[in-house]
């Protein structure tokens, strides 16, 4: 499947895709897009079909168990190798709160962060909230209480990651950053962001529920 056409355009080298091979790289949102909140219903109906775990016959897990609140590591289709992202909210809601590591600006600010750091965006981009370019995800649900931690670690470090690097401080290794805060066991961080995110939940085995440690 193909993304959408974006602002990368095509005079992205050949060498700095290669380079780029262990790194994810996503075009920066438009401002309607960046600063747009909520799903399409759709989008938040097909959330956990890309990996859906084989029919088991042991009890459903009950909602009150899953708990209200929620992250989704995702990872979804790009000009290049991907990107890897969060989800955030409240499960009764529609609205969808953003999370991601990207390089700001066009094609130039994406080949220069393959050789030193650029500066970084770290809301929605481009195709973020589109299902069709879904490529995997895992979902984990919270109680109030620490999900009001972690939402409050999800800004806190987006407030504290100014810059994007394709091989140091990229977007898998943004949301493992997340998934380490809440307890997570996580996988090697510069890998792309489908087997990232695939990765992540095998390694969990498929944990729905996560909470955290009172101390």
Not at 80 to 89: I, K, L, M, P, Q
Not at 108 to 122: D, I, Q, R
Not at 126 to 131: F, S
Request: proline fraction near 6%; aromatic fraction near 10%; glycine fraction near 6%.
């Amino acid at each position: 499947m193909t993304n959408k056409p974006d602002r990368s355009g095509p005079c992205i080298l050949a060498g700095f895709a290669l380079a780029a091979m262990l790194a994810c790289t996503t075009p920066s949102a438009s401002a309607h897009e960046a600063n747009k909140r909520v799903a399409d219903a759709n989008a938040l109906a097909t959330t956990d079909t890309v990996s859906r775990p084989a029919p088991s016959t042991r009890r459903p897990v009950a909602r009150a168990e899953q708990g209200p609140y929620y992250v989704d590591f995702r990872a979804r289709t790009a000009a290049s190798w991907g990107h890897a992202f969060v989800w955030y909210g409240k499960t009764s809601e529609r609205a969808v709160e953003v999370a991601g590591l990207t390089p700001a600006g066009d094609t130039w600010a994406y080949v220069l962060g393959h050789l030193t750091w650029v500066p970084a965006e770290t809301g929605a981009s481009y195709g973020d909230l589109d299902p069709e370019y879904l490529t995997a995800n895992y979902r984990v649900y919270l109680n109030e209480a620490d999900a009001k931690r972690v939402f409050a670690y999800i800004k806190k470090l987006q407030a504290s990651s100014p810059v994007w690097n394709a091989e140091t401080t990229n977007c898998t290794g943004f949301i493992g950053d997340i998934a380490e805060y809440m307890g997570l066991k996580v996988p090697y961080r510069w890998q792309r962001p489908e087997n990232f995110v695939n990765s992540l939940k095998e390694m969990n085995g498929g944990r729905q529920m996560v909470r955290l440690s009172t101390e």
